[in-house]
């Protein structure tokens, strides 16, 4: 049976990561635009791309806010949608914020938003998978 998180395989021409059933989400923001976005693909556990979702939203104070948000409205629509307990993003400030550890004075609130919704998931994991090998949010 395949693992249901990202794992990186190793041979001696590449590595390539097995992505099975994750929910990949991204956020996007610049500090000039009127608006943030967001996207989100669940890829189910034969790599297929089952759902994806993806808006506009006021521009939030940080990238890292954007990111967050991203992942709340994932974890909301996998409730939906999905079993999904695994979500992946390229983004390693939001994988150390919610795994708590440092403090994020200015994230208060949406952690405790996140920390509700991830009761709802009792095997959360999230792991990062760089922007080059997710085959998905390739800018």
């Known amino acids: 049976m395949a693992?249901?998180?990202?794992?990186?395989?190793?041979?001696?021409?590449?590595?390539?990561?097995?992505?099975?059933n994750i929910c990949m989400v991204d956020g996007s923001w610049t500090s000039m635009a009127q608006f943030?976005?967001?996207?989100w693909v669940w890829k189910d556990s034969l790599g297929q791309i089952q759902?994806?979702?993806?808006?506009?939203?006021?521009?939030?104070?940080?990238?890292?806010?954007s990111e967050v948000e991203a992942l709340r409205w994932a974890m909301?629509?996998?409730?939906?949608h999905s079993s999904c307990q695994s979500f992946g993003?390229?983004?390693k400030d939001l994988i150390e914020m919610i795994r708590?550890?440092?403090a994020w004075p200015s994230f208060v609130n949406e952690l405790e938003t996140k920390k509700t919704l991830q009761l709802c998931f009792?095997?959360?994991?999230?792991?990062?998978?760089p922007r080059a090998q997710n085959g998905i949010?390739?800018?």
Not at 36 to 39: A, D, L, Q, V
């Open 36 to 39: 943030s976005g967001c996207i």
């Open 122 to 129: 009792p095997e959360f994991k999230i792991s990062h998978i």
């Open 3 to 20: 693992p249901n998180t990202p794992q990186e395989l190793h041979n001696d021409e590449a590595q390539a990561i097995c992505l099975d």
């Open 100 to 102: 708590g550890h440092q």
């Open 51 to 65: 759902l994806m979702r993806m808006r506009n939203f006021s521009r939030r104070e940080s990238a890292l806010h």
């Open 137 to 139: 949010f390739v800018r």
């Open 89 to 91: 993003t390229d983004c």
């Open 76 to 80: 909301e629509s996998m409730l939906l």
